[in-house]
């Protein structure tokens, strides 16, 4: 029997669940509208918020099975992301240094590049994955 990957982790889950209230953790395990909803109304007046305290290992399980594992670590672009999104940290890691230099130069292409990556970090870093694995 293969091994399940563990491309998110539950501690990082809900280390960003402390910060939730604004969506954090749901952007991580690859739910980007609910987390925008969360963003807009703070977790849904912090309801929503308390009861994904005990939603967080069947997301953390669901985001395993969907995002590919590899060399660019997700957690790490996630945590450059939340943290330095501005700086364009995230995007070098992954090896895109243009657009880093980019985001570096213009405070996350404006915050506009930051939001975008938020939605899509996930798809990026698996896609990375796959083409380090092909090449």
């Given at each position: 029997?293969?091994?399940k990957p563990d491309t998110h982790s539950k501690l990082f889950g809900y280390l960003l669940?402390?910060?939730?209230?604004?969506?954090?953790?749901?952007?991580?395990y690859g739910k980007p509208i609910t987390g925008t909803i969360w963003?807009?109304?703070l977790g849904l007046l912090f309801i929503g918020w308390i009861i994904d305290l005990f939603l967080i290992p069947a997301m953390d399980r669901e985001?395993?099975?969907?995002?590919r594992e590899g060399e660019?670590?997700?957690?790490?672009?996630?945590l450059l992301l939340t943290f330095t999104g501005v700086f364009?940290?995230?995007?070098?890691?992954?090896?895109?240094?243009?657009?880093?230099i980019i985001y570096l130069l213009t405070g996350g292409l404006f915050l506009v590049g930051v939001?975008?990556?938020f939605w899509t970090l996930n798809g990026q870093i698996s896609e990375r994955n796959?083409?380090?694995?092909?090449n």
């Open positions: 029997m293969e091994a669940w402390i910060f939730g209230f604004l969506g954090a953790h749901r952007f991580y963003f807009f109304t985001a395993d099975l969907r995002f660019v670590n997700y957690n790490i672009g996630w364009g940290l995230h995007r070098m890691y992954m090896g895109k240094w243009i657009t880093g939001l975008y990556d796959q083409e380090v694995k092909f």
